[in-house]
């Protein structure tokens, strides 16, 4: 089988695609304080999503890792630049759709994210990057290891910021009163 460039080129335009909408949307391309700063992770809530990197940026990385895996179980007969193509859709797709005011406003009344503006446009590439890291690390290191960084990354999270990608997806489609009490440390 040869190598082919073309599903990670087409990765790349799809990359570029997605901040295109979101600029189109009417995302800032880079916080409204004026700053960019690598690490925002310490700044006003109403700043989170809007520097490089923050609090969640390791769940785009385990998207990556889990995007790896289940297109393994499911295609793993397609060349893996193919699947890693599938992955950077769906993680594209997931950054356009995060940023809709329908899905801004569901992080404002069910999580405990309720200062949330969705991502500054620098963010959600990064976040992109950040899932193309998970996806080439999973394919890289062995099936332990991914599993060791989804857990310890959620653990990591869930102690310093009671949020993470699990209780991220719950409270998106199954908002609990329980865990958002004990996320706003009730």
Do not use: K
């Not at 969640?56 to 295609?75: M, N």
């Not at 990057?129 to 310890?152: K, N, Y």
């Amino acid at each position: 089988m040869t190598y082919s460039r073309t599903p990670y080129l087409l990765a790349l335009g799809l990359a570029v695609a997605a901040g295109l909408v979101m600029i189109l949307m009417g995302r800032n391309l880079i916080c409204p304080c004026g700053d960019v700063l690598i690490w925002g992770g310490n700044t006003p809530t109403e700043q989170s999503s809007q520097h490089l990197t923050d609090w969640y940026t390791p769940s785009h990385l385990l998207h990556g890792l889990l995007f790896y895996a289940a297109l393994w179980l499911v295609a793993r007969w397609m060349p893996v630049g193919w699947r890693f193509l599938i992955a950077m859709a769906v993680e594209c797709a997931w950054e356009v759709v995060e940023n809709t005011e329908w899905v801004i406003s569901r992080y404002r009344d069910y999580t405990v994210s309720f200062d949330y503006n969705g991502d500054a446009v620098i963010n959600a590439m990064v976040d992109i990057a950040a899932m193309a890291l998970g996806f080439w690390l999973a394919r890289r290191v062995p099936v332990w290891a991914s599993v060791a960084v989804v857990i310890g990354f959620e653990a990591l999270t869930m102690t310093l910021i009671r949020d993470g990608l699990a209780l991220n997806v719950l409270m998106l489609v199954w908002p609990l009163d329980s865990v958002l009490q004990w996320q706003q440390g009730g």
